[in-house]
């Protein structure tokens, strides 16, 4: 279980990174922030650890926690948006990694400016629709 202000915290500083990745063009700070995806995936968030170091100890508990399994998984979207925005980028399809990056940045910033990860709902969504192994549906 996770404090849900964290991957909040998270999602500013992704907004942020994926809004200058639109103004400039850089499929390099795009490739930067497919690897901070990439480390969440497996619970190892640099923009986690700066909120567990720097914000999280300035804070009341938390009133409630949340499962991490969503998050994660809203990790692995994240990626794969950033995945296929750097390879646009860098080989030169600029509108694909403009597409991809703007994509990326929409569901950064529902989750940052209003607490709805969009990653974490399609992951529920695939728990309420796939049967469970050894169980029939």
Not at 63 to 80: C, D, H, K
Not at 97 to 113: D, E
């Amino acid at each position: 279980m996770i404090d849900p202000r964290g991957p909040r915290f998270a999602a500013w500083i992704t907004t942020f990174v994926l809004a200058a990745v639109l103004l400039t063009g850089s499929g390099w700070l795009l490739l930067a922030q497919a690897v901070v995806f990439a480390l969440g995936i497996k619970g190892r968030s640099p923009y986690g650890l700066l909120y567990r170091r720097l914000v999280r100890s300035r804070l009341a508990a938390p009133v409630e926690l949340e499962a991490e399994a969503p998050t994660r998984f809203a990790q692995l979207v994240g990626f794969a948006f950033a995945a296929v925005g750097t390879v646009g980028y860098l080989a030169g399809l600029t509108v694909l990694g403009q597409v991809a990056t703007a994509a990326a940045l929409a569901a950064a910033f529902l989750n940052a400016a209003f607490g709805f990860c969009l990653g974490c709902e399609i992951y529920l969504l695939f728990k309420r629709t796939t049967p469970t192994k050894g169980v029939p549906a």
